[in-house]
């Protein structure tokens, strides 16, 4: 459904939604707002059973309006494998993996461009531009090609090399920075304005955590509930952003008692802002100097979003961990010997927390757990060729 307005995150300023927009006049991300009241009727739990097995099927709660062309790879709909050899191992009897590898793209980054490739579509927008680890940029380029748009790509040299030529193979024009993602986004912004391309950086425009929201919808689908538990590696965060609206959005549309599930932010000892944060009780996170892991995904220094993804972790009485780049290629290796599931380094980083969490006594075996796995590990093979630092 059309959007109803976007509204600050911090400041509470609203901004009308047909034009092209990034963030709010205090700099702060723009959260899409939609009056839900008006489908309380007609979307319920069991409404898209029977439609596309992608993320459009939950169109209704999606910003694209009618007369608008989703740009779509048949993202999103992805298994949710039960780990029952893993979660014999550490004695968690309802595991479960969302293996967001099985994207279009290799990575669950291809929910939230399929969104804001469609809406930048819709409002205008000719040519885009991202700062990105890798994934993001291999994403955009994809649905840029897709929708005949222009992408531009600024990329850390250090990207995995799958990263930077699948960028090159779509046609997008890539550019490879002396530095981190932060680096790379002060590039974007120096330039974009004036060459005429908008950004869709993480949390920089509104509609990438609708798609990547999505993911809470599914879950709530194919469990039938939501679980108690959710693991989920946090660089930028849009993930587990997005499915926290979700699930305030299932509230207001007035579905069965909603018992918000737990949320865990993994990330590496490397570069671990969130955790860091987390456990000072502060309301947002201070750079990590000198950022280390092998995990490009979450060597993200400050995420623009700490606030937010802080916010949500205490409101759900979850918490955040740092695992070591050794114990996520252990975790890479020991998913795929259990289970079958080739994950990237982001994912593993979650495995690699459970001994962690499950010995502090915050996982109990009886519950319902999901892990997310949120990219393919043969993305990363020269990475994963690597020793670990």
């Known amino acids: 459904m059309e959007p ?161 030529e699948e960028c090159q193979m779509a046609g997008a024009d890539v550019h490879l920075i002396d530095g981190l993602i932060t680096d790379c986004g002060q590039r974007v912004a120096a330039v974009k304005d004036e060459r005429g391309w908008f950004d869709v950086s993480t949390l920089k425009e509104p509609y990438r955590v609708e798609g990547k929201k999505t993911m809470g919808y599914e879950l709530r689908e194919q469990l039938g509930r939501l679980p108690d538990v959710i693991l989920y590696p946090t660089g930028g965060g849009t993930g587990l952003i997005g499915m926290w609206k979700a699930f305030h959005e299932m509230e207001q549309l007035g579905w069965d008692a909603i018992d918000r599930p737990r949320m865990v932010a993994v990330q590496a000892e490397g570069c671990a802002p969130i955790v860091r944060a987390f456990q000072g009780g502060l309301d947002a996170g201070a750079p990590i100097e000198n950022p280390r892991t092998l995990a490009s995904g979450l060597r993200v220094p400050r995420a623009l979003g700490d606030f937010w993804i802080l916010r949500i972790l205490r409101e759900s009485q979850g918490t955040a961990v740092a695992v070591s780049d050794a114990a996520i290629l252990t975790a890479v290796r020991e998913l795929y010997e259990t289970e079958g599931i080739f994950a990237c380094p982001e994912g593993a980083a979650c495995v690699a927390a459970l001994p962690l969490l499950k010995d502090a006594g915050y996982l109990q075996g009886s519950e319902t757990i999901v892990l997310f796995n949120t990219g393919s590990g043969l993305k990363y093979m020269d990475v994963l060729r690597r020793p670990a630092s």
């Open 4 to 164: 109803r307005v976007l509204r600050c995150t911090v400041c509470g300023h609203e901004e009308p939604w047909r034009r092209l927009i990034n963030t709010c006049r205090c700099g702060k991300p723009l959260e899409v707002v939609y009056d839900l009241a008006s489908l309380r009727d007609r979307f319920r739990p069991d409404t898209p059973a029977g439609r596309e097995p992608s993320m459009w099927r939950y169109r209704e709660v999606l910003p694209l309006p009618d007369d608008g062309e989703a740009v779509t790879l048949g993202e999103g709909w992805t298994p949710l494998l039960p780990a029952k050899r893993l979660g014999q191992r550490y004695g968690l009897s309802r595991l479960f993996i969302k293996d967001e590898g099985k994207n279009p793209t290799g990575s669950f980054k291809a929910r939230g461009m399929s969104m804001a490739v469609s809406m930048a579509r819709y409002l205008g927008a000719r040519e885009l531009v991202v700062p990105s680890a890798g994934n993001a940029a291999g994403a955009l380029s994809a649905y840029a090609a897709r929708s005949g748009l222009r992408a531009h790509v600024f990329m850390p040299r250090d990207t995995p090399r799958t990263n930077i």
